[in-house]
DNA sequence: TTGAAAGCGCTAACAG
DNA sequence: CTGTTAGCGCTTTCAA
């Protein structure tokens, strides 16, 4: 047992309450005692326990966090964000992970609960119906949700907009020439995000007067390999661009990693991108820069979205008094012009199509 | 104030100690009260505490996680095998970065200790030389170091054997024929491992009779844009190649992260990998495997790593009766031989080196 | 099988 | 400025 406060107390010849004094209010400790007992401390490497303290005051100074894996880059950004901002403002953090299991929320949820954490931060499937959500409701717990994006709700939430941020990425497709644009998608169940996605998708092929084409949903993924190919919907993937007359000229992924395992199983029959095919991603992943070609995307910043989402929930715990937080905070995205994507005319075979597609 | 143990007692009509006695021994209760004290629970919604629960006990069942960053994805992975384990085997994680910096490593662990963890499971700088794990030692709290690899030590760690990994890297290289083959590491002074995987890369070399290349030690990289462009660093790298008749034909990189970023910086100057360079990393990430070229790669076991630390951990906290817990676990690599790597005498202007270098 | 009581480490009145 | 005291929620003897 590490020496308490009582120990240092003894040797320093004073009452714990004076201790706990110099510890919280040092001004409210005459020079002589807080030499004395700052001599103690160091004597008997002391450590305050965290644990009364907590169970004292009532709050624990702690935040608990929940995503549905680190495999995906975007969620560790988010999550040093987090970090970061956590330690500057001398807040812990306590970390879950739910590999996209929904009961796996809940499951987090409860054992933060049970640590009196005093706000979670956290990315659930589908923000608009989640028991999860209820609970911390209904207990009162302050969260922010990072990524989801509610839709008329006064839910606090740190996200881009995804479905401008999808329009926006498929407007430049369109911008560049292109017409039969397709949609690669996760599985919309796990991901109210991708729903949204689809729907700004939708909104810039009608602004455009073109003709949406069904979604392609895959699989769920959480390494990047085999996620496509092999898998139903990788055999629908191919079976999409088996004609390549019928193919389309464009793919718009929901995330950068379903993005970079579509090229993967593309090139393995002979597609190439940007060659055959634009390919267009979500998230803005730092690698994506590295890659060649360079993928477009439509970059959120996770970084940022992670340190927004610590303040947001820090000055919902400790309400200051002043301007109130405002509930959804949209950060502004962006597109990445990589290489991946090229104008509809430089795609090879561009002509054959031209003539089906017209 | 949720409800306490003592609401649901009086609830129920039994003692809190009955009910403290129903959460944790539950074959000690009879059925009825058993029944009692359940309903009373659903029905004020009762979660223990834990705070009070860890003051009295004086175990947490938490443990503490320390690594450099998340923006490393190996780190990333790590701790992502550290949780999942962690929640199988009901311990709660409590997550710092330090950024590399080395005064927060210490303040990291401070923090750890004030929550009364159980353990610590991090990867320092050096740890050879680090007051961190010293404090670590002093308070006797258990701890396991991932990716670190302590010489002589009976420190726990977990790792692959970095040296051997490096040399088996090399080693791949030297056979298809390479025989200037240079590594670019990151500071030495930030990671021990950079040593050792230098010291493998010496082994490699001179076990063939070959001349060792000064090292080109880059900045310390944290997110993957501008990483060796524009440093000194970077500049080293390009004097390096500006004649393209002493040039390596090889390049080790220290990590993946630093691998790519010279293909990168390489490729602005009109060098390709691996058309006039091989370029082989370390850390074997999995989005290596999408990139074109694929990189090649030492492989290490991210998610294994972090699994075994917090099972390694766990068994040092409760000393189980049985076979003790070896210090060191050496994990093993593997070599990924992407397409970032090709034949010596595939590299363009081979005969000229040829005629240069025999 | 159950209850009473003490105490884990800390802080916050309340006196002095 | 400092000490006394009570109690946060929980577990664990010790008795019954």
Partial sequence: MPPSIKQVALQAGVSTAT?????????????????????????????????????RAGRSRTIGVVVPTLSNTVFAQC???????????????????TEYHQEDEAAAVELLLRHRVDGVILTVADAS?????????????????????????????????????????????????H?????????????????????????????????????????????TSAVVGGTDAGVGLLQTFADARERPSALFCSNDLLALAAM??????GIEAPRDVSVMGFDGIPLGELMVPELASAVQPSELIGDTALRTLVAAIDPQPGPGVPASKILAHAIRHGASVRTYEAIDGANSQHVMTY
């Fill in 179 to 223: 017409r039969r644009i397709q949609m690669l998608s996760g599985h919309f169940h796990a991901s109210d995000r991708a729903i949204q996605r689809y729907h700004g998708y939708l909104d810039a092929m009608r602004a455009h007067g073109l003709t949406p084409l069904p979604p392609l949903e895959v699989m769920r993924h959480t390494t």
């Fill in 79 to 97: 999550l040093q964000g987090i970090e970061l901002a956590a330690r500057a403002l001398d807040y812990s953090v306590m970390f879950t992970a």
């Fill in 129 to 177: 119906a989640s028991p999860t959500l209820d609970v911390l409701d209904r207990e009162g717990i302050p969260y922010v949700l990072t990524y989801n994006q509610p839709q008329q709700s006064e839910r606090l939430s740190v996200s881009v907009d995804n479905r401008a941020a999808a329009h926006d990425a498929v407007a430049y497709l369109i911008a560049l020439g």
């Fill in 19 to 55: 201790v706990s004094r110099l510890l919280n209010t040092p001004s409210s400790v005459s020079r002589d005692t807080a030499d004395k007992i700052q001599q103690a401390i160091t004597q008997l490497g002391f450590r305050p326990n965290f644990n009364g303290r907590n169970l």
């Fill in 264 to 269: 993967r199983d593309l090139r393995k029959v």
